[in-house]
């Protein structure tokens, strides 16, 4: 009779070795900065919030494929969405070296030294 092997987690070791704190403070920053967004989008729309601002000569005329809303807060949407994936490496890194300052480190594990100590 064959022997199954163990199951194990579907997350990867490295994934499971941070503190679930650092991901659930990560994802609700996220979800915060979510929100202010789309509370900003709703209030302001169809108004050009930037009337007083010099446009830029590319503003009618850009290089680039989106659309640009002229008389929306974020004139560029897909790119202000996408930006979020950066937001949440951000909120990681925050998490992380707090995380990581809080830690006493092991003999022998390779940490960085703060200077001046």
Same mark, same amino acid.
């Given at each position: 009779?064959?022997?199954?092997?163990?199951?194990?987690?579907?997350?990867?070791?490295?994934?499971?070795?941070?503190?679930?704190?650092?991901?659930? !403070?990560?994802?609700?920053?996220?979800?915060?900065?979510? /929100? &202010?967004?789309? #509370?900003?989008?709703?209030?302001? *729309?169809?108004?050009?919030?930037?009337?007083?601002?010099?446009?830029?000569?590319?503003?009618?005329?850009?290089?680039?494929?989106?659309?640009?809303?002229?008389?929306?807060?974020?004139?560029?949407? !897909?790119?202000?969405?996408?930006?979020?994936?950066?937001? /949440? &490496?951000?909120? #990681?890194?925050?998490?992380?070296? *707090?995380?990581?300052?809080?830690?006493?480190?092991?003999?022998?594990?390779?940490?960085?030294?703060?200077?001046?100590?």
């Amino acid at each position: 009779m064959k022997s199954t092997p163990p199951v194990s987690s579907s997350s990867p070791p490295w994934l499971s070795a941070i503190p679930g704190w650092v991901h659930v !403070s990560a994802l609700g920053g996220l979800i915060v900065v979510i /929100l &202010v967004l789309v #509370y900003v989008t709703s209030a302001f *729309r169809g108004q050009n919030v930037w009337a007083g601002w010099e446009e830029s000569r590319g503003l009618r005329r850009s290089n680039y494929m989106e659309k640009i809303h002229v008389n929306e807060v974020f004139r560029t949407c !897909s790119n202000t969405w996408s930006n979020l994936a950066y937001v /949440l &490496v951000g909120f #990681y890194a925050f998490g992380l070296a *707090r995380w990581d300052r809080r830690r006493t480190p092991l003999a022998g594990n390779g940490y960085l030294a703060r200077t001046p100590p």
